[in-house]
């Protein structure tokens, strides 16, 4: 996941703190909901976080449980340091939380009306946060949250990006 992508392709730019790379989670079930609805050659997807300290791996429960249940292999996995580029580029940003909002607008004047929540996708409008404890439980929780977020998201996610679904009548989810 990179600009490496078709260069006739919308990116869409998933952004966390990288706390313990929310980002991550989120951007491969989107990605995976992209590949499903063939919607690859159209949109390309970049995770990336505010800090880029050194990445925490997955808890290995949690890793197992998105392998076992989703088939994603999140063991190799890291998000991208944020750049430039990637902001200016950028079709729609989506973040966790609006205090990475007033915060990338803050340091990105630019970004200001690309930025949406996360939530958006299901159509609600509210925070995702991460989860106090960090254990498998709690994380397990988190991740089967942002799944629901982004089953429901494939429609308005093509109609922000102004790119049809190639079958509109049998769209893909979980």
């Not at 925490?56 to 197992?64: F, S």
């Not at 995702?128 to 982004?150: A, D, K």
């Amino acid at each position: 996941m990179g600009l490496e992508n078709n260069q006739f392709s919308k990116i869409v730019l998933v952004v966390c703190n990288s706390t313990f790379s929310c980002s991550m989670l989120a951007g491969n079930f989107l990605q995976d909901m992209i590949e499903r609805n063939k919607l690859k050659e159209r949109i390309n997807l970049i995770t990336t976080g505010l800090k880029h300290a050194s990445h925490k791996k997955l808890l290995p429960c949690v890793a197992e449980y998105i392998m076992k249940n989703y088939g994603l292999d999140l063991t190799a996995y890291e998000t991208l340091p944020i750049n430039l580029q990637y902001l200016e580029q950028a079709a729609v940003i989506l973040v966790m939380e609006s205090k990475l909002t007033v915060q990338l607008e803050a340091q990105y004047p630019l970004v200001t009306g690309k930025i949406r929540l996360f939530s958006e996708l299901s159509g609600k409008v509210f925070d995702i946060t991460e989860p106090v404890i960090l254990n498998c439980e709690s994380l397990t929780l988190y991740v089967q949250h942002l799944r629901e977020v982004v089953s429901s998201g494939t429609n308005r996610l093509c109609n922000w990006l102004d790119v049809p679904l190639i079958d509109s009548s049998r769209i893909y989810a979980y």
